[in-house]
């Protein structure tokens, strides 16, 4: 993180001119990370002083919570030089996080071509391509030539998201090829844009697919922007490669959150209420807590075992701990290969192959070492000597089971989510876990019970 110190020295000296100059140099993201780290008399006196053209692009920068409380200071006209100024997107990203009274309040400012498109893009479901593209590019017509493409570029790019890829339409908005600026600049000034143009195998996004799987796409043939067509293949919009970057990290987030058995936010940490951290954890908590009381009980059935070789409870952990860690790790590679769609519930079997032969390795190493150290361990105790063979192997055979079958469990579940139409994550570690505790504590206390009493 930047240290922003001198700024605010010369702002607590209204050293304004200086600071005004030093702003102008830096970067719009750092600019947004000074505001939010002062207070909100402060912030929009920096705001203030930044030039037309940079408002925009820092206040697109801000989080959510210090947006609100610029909008709740700024002047109507203020308002509408930001919307205005601001990409559609952004726009779009910011109305939809602010209160509904903001929401209208901003709305209200705008002009009402913009407020129309606002809206427009405002009716695209919360996941979908539309609901993250902008329809502010650049499109071109095959028959131009390459001096009047330029010529376009030129006149509306200043106010197109991006101008390194355009797109070529047809006469009813159909999109038939795309055109990189590299080609535009290495052709030939008369050439036609029909001859120049890739036309085939072109990447698109549908208006309601998606965004993860546009995410994927963008990721997969490594795009700056991808186009968005309707069920008629008509151009509506782009994707820009900075909104697939916030989708994926909000992606990634929200499946480490469930992994974990939080229910998902969307505000940072040290953002968040303790109310709500608490309402985001108590949920899942209570249902493991539950679960858990499977295993309480399996445990109390078998009361009179562990009262007879009290030694057995000493091993429980150890088994729980193994199983549990071992189903995280199919679960956290399984879902990983979903989510870069390397794995899709077609290779159900597959999975279940792959992971029975990891487990098979995994839980033979586990179970001989465990053998052995069971074996020096106990063997000098003349309570346990009789039975420490025994003993040992009850607690190998009882990991090597539990191993193979957490490596189970933890690919399985997974893809049983997904076929089901539940979020991967949610089958992660914790509800792995309480499977995998108390299918090995029944196996534990049946082989003890067999072999040792």
Known sequence: ?????????????????????????????DIAQLIESVKVDKAVLIFRMLPKDMEAEVFAELPPDVQESLIGIFSETEIQSIVEELFLDDAVDFIEEMPAGIAKKVLATAKPETREE????????????????TVEYVDLKSEMTVREAFSRIRRTGTDKETIYTCYVTDSERRLVGVVSAKRLMLAERDEIIGDIMDDTNLITAETLEDRELVAHKVNKYDLLSIPVVDMENRLVGIITIDDIADVIEEEVTEDFQKMAAILPSDKPYLKTHPVLLAKNRVVWLFVLMAAAMITGGIIGKYEEAMLALPLL?????????????????????????MALMEITPR????????????????GLGLSVVNFVRVWITFRGHSEYSEDIIRISATVSFTLFFTVVVANLVGGILPIIAKKCKIDPAVMAAPLITTIVDALSLIVFFALATALLL
């Not at 606002?118 to 593209?133: Q, T, V």
């Not at 150890?318 to 956290?332: P, Y």
């Open 347 to 362: 290779d159900f079997f597959k999975v279940v192959w792959k992971e029975m032969r990891t487990g098979l390795l995994v």
């Open 313 to 337: 409870g000493t091993f429980i952990p150890m088994l729980m701990d193994t199983g549990g860690n071992s189903g995280s790790q199919s679960a956290t590679m399984v879902i990983r290969g």
């Open 1 to 29: 993180m930047k240290d922003f110190k001198i700024y605010e020295e010369m702002l607590d000296t209204r050293q304004y001119n200086a600071l005004r100059s030093e702003l102008i140099e830096q970067n719009s993201a």
């Open 118 to 133: 606002i809206n427009r893009l405002l009716k695209y479901p919360e996941d979908s391509a539309g609901s993250i593209m």
